[in-house]
Structure formats: structure tokens, C-alpha cells
């Protein structure tokens, strides 16, 4: 639920960025190629990143200009010369960043200490891109309580110390794409915002926060941006006998797995949808749409899932300033939306909307603004920011974008119903064993062990399913039938993946566990009842799970289980090939629902009950 506010402003936004522009070809002044390889890697991320210029506070020898801590504190007093506001009228200074100059203590405290600031409350968010949104949403809170009159929130990053060619080409990282991807893409900068509880009007217009919306899929997903832990995430740098070594064994190197970055933007529109659903925005009345993409690469990423989802935003409300500020992790929200107010003339009723993902361990954070004019009184305009249910209109994430309108309310459903087993599933024992990084090849081996008998079981209760379908589902039967006959004899991949990871049961011999039993009880005797449409429910869950799941677990099964190619034919296949399958689904649902509309509900109910069941059988696979 986002955090709604009724009385919190943005009086200011201000920004630094260190130094001069420093262009592409510059680059190397400051952040160097240190072989053939890392110079191959950086023409192909800026060539997709679109970038053209950024900053660093450092020169060309690699000697700090600027410390973190003056580098927000220069943001701080940029926003505060913008407005009547002293840094002695502020209370409460609350900062966002991956990091500070020091260890310890808090950035926020060394920002005030810099600043020489008066004795004043403090919070410091450690993160990465929305660690600037956890601090903002603090001090809003703070505000909305009436425990501060005036805050002041930043955010600060400066990764080119990390970056420069001295400390990092000595660690060897030549080919290394995890820890040099990030070196062409980061940047240094700081922005800040002045919030408070009363507002004075510029221009005629005042600019409120509506709400702050933050959620962290941690325990869902692994690492996927990190500093301080090895190549492999099992060892941190303070395990090693000295900081020399820590550094030597690549545990100081920013990584980021990118690999694991399609899931980023998926959870976050699936967190918007939530947002449209429960009438908290609405994507024709978004004005302007502040987008933190870290690449241009990700923007037609960030389209196709807002078209699939029937939430489209007109590119020509987006901003962005990624191609002449660079990227500067949660500073980037506060510089954009400073350059933003600085170059736009906005009028009462706009609504402006803020994105902002995260890929450390995923988080999607959004914010909602509006310009408010100064004529209305602060104690109707707090009215204003209830939310308003409206429809949302919807499709799941892996199905096609050009849903039928007639489908839409359902796919919204079924969507919800995704979203919570997707997180229930990442979360369940196997699959957290294997995100941990603790997985084995007896692992492995149980788990295909007890589901090769649920996948033999699948073409049977589709055909059942059709013997059961009356004539005038004749098409519908027709691509059961397909489907059945594409999936007959999967399970006979599975099962030589069993093999090729040491199994030595017979076929015949293998095992459902309780969840594969009951999954598998549920659906043939569903598909024994007249017309059991509601089993399209379950094809939908168990399809999604083969597109939207499995691919992202193969990487790590091959990464932690010492197996041939040959041991993951299945899921190889599957990763491949279910998206297809998903068109075909809905293709199918169609013919339904033009025949009997009460049949949603059908498969509504069967997809809630075979991801209860599906979730069984994951969660019971590391019981024997």
C-alpha cells in the first residue's frame, strides 16, 4: 500500500554535478579500457546506453576532487538558494546512497558535519537506485506526522573512485563482463529537495506529493547488484585476512548481473498495475512520466510491458536527462526532477509520475505528484490525494499485448493471481536453496526425480479434458489436442535429464511428492466433469511457470551444478518454447468466453487452485 500524504511539498529541487562533462571519447581520460576485451565491452554498453555525457569528481590522474559528503552537500545548498529556506530552518536531513566516503558513520551524519549544520534529526538509507526514495519517503512521513516542519532530502553517488583504472586494473577483471559493465555505465552526481508542510506558491502553483510506493522483492530473487561480496557471493571482503586480498580476490568490484535484469522491470509494472488497480494513478492521467532507466536499451523494455499491460504513457510525456547527466544510481530521480522543474511550465492539475527500479536485490519504487493551484486552501486540496477506483485494464506479463477488450478483465485477474505465486514460488525451499547458492547435483536429481511423473501425467488429463468438452467446443478441443500432442513425450526429456544427472530409478519407478500428487488428483478429476473449462486456468499457470520461471533458473542451476548440457534438455526446451504455447492459451480462451462469458470465473477458480497446488509441489521437493 503506498504511503498517501495529504500535506507534504516539494518547496525546492536542486542538484551538483561534479567537474565538467566528460564526453565519450573523454572517458578514457578518467575511466580507461585496460585490454582488448574491456575495450569491446565498452563500445558495445555505449552504443546501447545511449549516453553522451556524464560527470566524475575525479581528474585525469584519478586524485578526488570532491568528497561524497560535499558533493551532496553542494546539492543541498543549490536547492536551498532557490527558495527563502536556511539550513538553520531545517530539522530533519535524511540521505540515500550506496555508500559514503566512510564505512561509518551514517552519509547523512557526514552531509551535516560537512555542512556544519545545527544539531538536527538524521536518517541515512543505504541502497542503490531507490535508497533516494526511502529517504524521501521518511521525511514525507515525518511531515505528514507533524514532526518536522521543513526537510531537506538528498541523494549523492560517486562510483568513479571504484571505476578508475588504477584501482581496477590491477584485479585482473579482463574478462569479467559483471564487473565492467557498470564502469561505462555509472556516473557521479547529487540532487536534493526541500519538502515541507507549508508551501509557498511560485508562479501561481504549488507541487505535492500524492503518495510514496516502495516494495522489495529480496526474498524472491538473488543478488543482482552488489559491492563486497565475490564474483560467487559466498565470501565477503571482511572474510579475507586483509583488505589487499579481499581486493585481489574481486570482492571490492561493483558487479551487476544483468542477466537477471528482465525480472527488475517485470516486477515493477506488475507493481504498477497493483497501483492502477487499486485506482492510486491511472496512465491517461499521468502528464509527465519520470522514468530512472539506467540504458536507453531498457526503454522499449519498459513499453512492451506497459502495452501488455494496457497501461501505456505516450512517450511524448516521458523525461529523461540519461543521455546528458549519465546515470547516477539514486541520485538520478532528484537530478532529473530538478532539470525537470527547472525546463518545464507546469499547470495546475498535472499529474507527474516517477519511476524508479532498483536492481540490487529488486525494488520498484514510484512516487505521484501534482501541481496544485496556490488558490486552493491546504485543507481541501489534502482531500484530493484519496485514491479513485477505476477500471485498469490488463493483460499478464507473458501473454500478448493486443488483448481483445473483452478479455482484459480477466487477464487482470489472472495477473494478480501470477504475481503472488511468481513470489511464493521464488520464495519456496528448492528454489531459495538455489538462489543462496547451496544448490547440489542430488538437488537437482531429486527434484526432476519427482517431476518427471507429474509432466507424464500432463497430456493425459488434456485428453481427458477433451472427451469431456460437448461439440460445440469442437475448436477448443482441437488445440487442447495440439497442445497435448506437442507436450506427450516431455516428460521422456525429463526424464533422461534424470539420467544424465545420476538418477538410476526405472521410469515406472519414479514418484510424485504430496503437492505432484494432489496437482495431479485436482486436474484429472477436473477434466472428468462436463465441459471443465476452468482447466485453461491451469494451463495457464503451469505455462507461465515454464516461460517466466524456468528461464531464470537455468542460469543458476548451471552455474552451481557441475552437469552437462545434456542434463537440462527440459528446461532448456521449455524456456523456449511456452511463450508460444501462452499465444496459443489465449487463443483458446477467446473461443470460450465467446460462447460463455460465466466461464472467467471457471478459470479464475482453477488457476488460484493450481497455483496452490503447483506452490505444493515445489515447496515438498526437498523433503525426501
Not at 75 to 90: F, G, M, S, Y
Request: net charge negative; proline share 4%.
Amino acid at each position: 500500500m503506498p504511503t498517501r500524504l495529504n500535506r507534504v511539498y516539494i518547496q525546492a529541487a536542486g542538484y551538483h554535478l561534479p567537474g565538467s562533462p566528460v564526453d565519450n571519447e573523454a572517458m578514457d581520460d578518467f575511466i580507461a579500457p585496460i585490454n582488448r576485451i574491456s575495450l569491446r565491452i565498452k563500445n558495445k554498453i555505449l552504443a546501447e546506453n545511449g549516453i553522451q555525457q556524464r560527470y566524475y569528481a575525479i581528474d585525469k590522474n584519478g586524485s578526488t576532487t570532491v568528497t561524497h559528503a560535499r558533493l551532496a552537500a553542494n546539492a543541498i545548498e543549490d536547492c536551498l538558494q532557490r527558495t527563502n529556506t536556511k539550513l538553520d530552518d531545517i530539522s530533519l536531513l535524511t540521505m540515500g546512497s550506496t555508500g559514503s566516503d566512510a564505512l561509518i558513520p551514517g552519509f547523512a551524519a557526514m552531509v551535516q558535519g560537512e555542512m556544519g549544520a545545527r544539531p538536527m534529526e538524521t536518517l541515512s538509507s543505504l541502497g542503490v537506485c531507490a535508497s533516494g526514495i526511502a529517504a524521501l519517503n521518511y521525511a514525507a512521513q515525518s511531515i505528514e506526522l507533524g514532526a518536522h516542519q521543513n526537510a531537506v532530502v538528498a541523494a549523492a553517488e560517486m562510483p568513479s573512485r571504484i571505476f578508475k583504472k588504477s584501482r581496477f586494473a590491477p584485479r585482473g577483471y579482463q574478462s569479467d563482463f559483471d564487473a565492467h559493465f557498470l564502469r561505462w555505465m555509472l556516473s557521479d552526481g547529487a540532487g536534493a529537495l526541500l519538502l515541507t508542510g507549508n508551501p509557498q506558491a511560485k508562479n501561481g502553483i504549488r507541487l505535492k506529493i500524492n503518495w510514496v510506493h516502495q516494495k522489495s522483492f529480496a526474498g524472491d530473487y538473488p543478488v543482482c547488484m552488489q559491492l563486497g561480496l565475490t564474483e560467487d557471493r559466498s565470501k565477503s571482503f571482511l572474510d579475507f585476512p586483509s583488505s589487499s586480498e579481499a581486493e585481489a580476490g574481486g570482492a571490492l568490484a561493483l558487479r551487476q548481473d544483468i542477466r537477471l535484469l528482465p525480472h527488475l522491470f517485470d516486477v515493477s509494472i506488475h507493481e504498477y498495475v497493483k497501483l492502477v488497480q487499486d485506482g492510486w494513478v491511472h496512465s491517461k492521467g499521468v502528464d509527465h512520466f519520470l522514468c530512472h532507466y539506467s540504458s536507453n536499451r531498457f526503454i522499449p523494455v519498459v513499453e512492451e510491458l506497459l502495452a501488455k499491460a494496457g497501461l501505456s504513457i505516450p512517450r511524448e510525456r516521458w523525461y529523461s536527462n540519461l543521455t546528458t547527466r549519465g546515470n547516477t544510481g539514486s541520485a538520478s530521480i532528484f537530478i532529473m526532477l530538478a532539470e525537470f522543474l527547472e525546463t518545464h511550465t507546469l499547470n495546475a492539475g498535472e499529474k507527474i509520475l516517477c519511476f524508479i527500479p532498483e536492481s540490487g536485490r529488486m525494488t520498484a519504487a514510484y512516487m505521484l505528484l501534482e501541481v496544485e493551484a496556490a488558490d486552493i486552501p491546504l485543507q481541501i486540496a489534502s482531500a484530493i490525494a484519496a485514491p479513485i477506483q477505476q477500471d485498469a485494464h490488463i493483460a499478464p506479463p507473458h501473454d500478448p499485448h493486443s488483448a481483445p477488450q473483452h478479455l482484459q478483465q480477466l487477464l487482470q485477474s489472472l495477473a494478480s493471481v501470477w504475481h503472488e505465486y511468481r513470489s511464493q514460488v521464488w520464495r519456496s525451499p528448492i528454489v531459495h536453496k538455489l538462489v543462496s547458492n547451496q544448490f547440489s547435483v542430488d538437488d537437482y536429481r531429486n527434484w526432476t526425480a519427482q517431476w518427471v511423473p507429474q509432466v507424464r501425467e500432463g497430456s493425459k488429463w488434456m485428453r481427458e479434458a477433451v472427451v469431456s468438452l460437448t461439440g460445440e467446443y469442437s475448436e477448443l478441443a482441437d488445440l487442447i489436442n495440439t497442445h497435448a500432442g506437442e507436450e506427450q513425450n516431455d516428460f521422456k526429456i525429463l526424464y533422461e535429464d534424470y539420467l544424465s544427472a545420476g538418477g538410476t530409478e526405472a521410469l515406472d519407478n519414479l514418484q510424485r511428492n504430496p503437492g505432484g500428487d494432489a496437482l495431479n488428483t485436482y486436474l484429472h478429476s477436473l477434466a472428468a466433469t462436463k465441459n471443465p473449462l476452468g482447466l485453461l486456468g491451469a494451463i495457464y499457470i503451469i505455462e507461465g511457470t515454464g516461460q517466466r520461471i524456468v528461464p531464470a533458473l537455468l542460469p543458476l542451476l548451471r552455474k552451481q551444478v557441475d552437469l552437462p548440457a545434456s542434463a537440462f534438455r527440459f528446461l532448456d526446451y521449455h524456456g523456449a518454447n511456452d511463450e508460444h504455447h501462452l499465444a496459443r492459451w489465449l487463443s483458446a480462451v477467446e473461443l470460450v468466453l465467446a460462447k460463455d462469458t460465466k466461464a472467467a470465473s471457471a478459470i479464475l477458480a482453477t488457476a488460484k487452485r493450481t497455483a496452490q497446488l503447483y506452490l505444493m509441489q515445489f515447496e515438498h521437493i526437498l523433503d525426501t
